[in-house]
């Protein structure tokens, strides 16, 4: 596994024990956002944009 995928997996652990540690409008979003992020990255394993 590459530096970027590894990335993409802790971003989508810490976004998955966000959803169930914390409570609110705001850790929601936060892990939602992480969440999102985190399963970009894993499945990618890329950070390049398409012109």
Same mark, same amino acid.
């Given at each position: 596994?590459?530096?970027?995928? +590894?990335?993409?997996?802790? @971003? *989508? $652990? +810490?976004? +998955?024990? #966000?959803?169930? @540690? +914390? %409570?609110? %409008?705001? $850790? %929601?979003?936060? $892990?939602?956002? *992480?969440?999102? @992020?985190?399963?970009? *990255?894993?499945?990618?394993?890329? #950070?390049?944009?398409?012109?």
């Amino acid at each position: 596994m590459n530096k970027v995928r +590894i990335t993409g997996f802790v @971003l *989508l $652990a +810490i976004g +998955i024990g #966000l959803f169930s @540690l +914390i %409570d609110g %409008d705001l $850790a %929601d979003i936060s $892990a939602g956002l *992480l969440t999102g @992020l985190g399963v970009g *990255l894993l499945l990618t394993g890329r #950070l390049r944009f398409q012109k």
